[in-house]
């Protein structure tokens, strides 16, 4: 089966995942390619879909969430979707200390388009990713809130993708559909 991995980022670590997930599609014997939101044309030669943004002041980049409403009709018509999301800036640790404290970090940063699309894509899932971010890269408004007070805590440096966790789902991707 042919499954299209579309993404959005702005400075690449959700791309690098998008990339990671079809190489492990197609290490599962699919037929698998990533490619940028805004470079797919046609979406009629695909069997699946797993489409993924980062998340910027919660929400998703808005070229990934024009993506999904531009196709809405076709996404929505039976064959399967996945939805993924690259985002929070902690370790395991971080999250751990903050899951004792009664809070779900990973739940937390669900971007607000999720519920909808979730609902009109019938999506088989959606799952948040930890981010990466190189101070060097961002842009300048991006440099900008990270100077703000309140940003730096929420924006730390480094990256905290969690490649093992990446591979199991899209392994169950794999699984999901060989199944079908
Ligand atoms: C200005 C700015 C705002 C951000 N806002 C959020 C946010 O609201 N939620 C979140 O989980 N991550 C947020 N992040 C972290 C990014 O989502 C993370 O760095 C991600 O890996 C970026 O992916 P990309 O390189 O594919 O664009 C923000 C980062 C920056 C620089």
């Known amino acids: 089966m042919r499954i299209l991995v579309a993404h959005a980022s702005r400075y690449g670590a959700t791309e690098a995942i998008a990339e990671r997930i079809a190489e ?5 014997g699919h037929e698998a390619e990533a490619r940028p939101v805004e470079e797919v044309g046609d979406t009629a030669g695909y069997g699946a879909f797993v ?29 399967p979707v996945w939805l993924f999301s690259t985002g929070p800036l902690e370790t395991p640790e971080t999250v751990a200390a903050e899951a004792e404290e009664g809070q779900d970090v990973l739940a937390d940063a669900a971007p607000e388009e ?9 999506a088989r899932g959606h799952r948040v990713f930890f981010g990466a971010l190189d101070p060097d890269a961002l842009d300048l408004r991006d440099r900008l809130v990270r100077a703000l007070p309140a940003g ?3 924006l730390p440096e480094g990256d905290f993708r969690v ?18």
């Not at 993924?52 to 531009?70: D, I, M, P, Q, T």
């Open 51 to 79: 489409i993924g943004s980062a998340v910027y002041f919660g929400k998703w980049l808005a070229e990934a969430a024009r993506f999904v409403r531009r196709h809405r009709a076709e996404l929505a018509d039976g064959r």
């Open 163 to 180: 490649w093992p966790d990446i591979d199991d789902w899209a392994a169950g991707i794999a699984r999901e559909l060989a199944r079908a």
């Open 114 to 122: 999720i519920p909808e699309f979730t609902e009109f894509l019938r």
């Open 24 to 28: 492990r599609l197609r290490e599962a």
């Open 152 to 154: 730096r805590p929420l």
